[in-house]
């Protein structure tokens, strides 16, 4: 398999596991709070799993300071998305699970090329 290849399936492959954690993370934490507040929080604590596996297993690049604040920066950006998309939907009564896939696909996308092209570049390219 070639290497783009390779990083594209690993990073579906984690990108999925994120998801997953997401949405478990969030069912139990709404046991106890708000859609928003654990959509928020869920949020966060997958995006401290996805920079673990990105880095570690999907692009193998050195676990610094400035990858993780980059990474981190650019989820937080991404979290406006993600309770901007999570509030529209459960507005207009989409049910919150299938809300949250939704807003994920888009999510994983943007996340994909920015860790490719900016946090996670290999030098030369």
Known sequence: MKPLAKETLAYLVFGILT???NIVAYKLLNLAMGDMAANTLAFF???LFAYWTNSS?????????RNFG?????????LFIDDGGM???LMWQVDDIIAKCAVNVIIIAINYLASKLVIFRKSGS
């Open 57 to 65: 297993f999907v692009f193998r690049a050195e676990h610094t300071w």
């Open 87 to 89: 509030y529209l939907l």
């Open 70 to 78: 980059q990474f981190m920066a650019m989820r937080i950006g991404t």
């Open 19 to 21: 998801v997953v954690m």
């Open 45 to 47: 604590i997958a995006v």
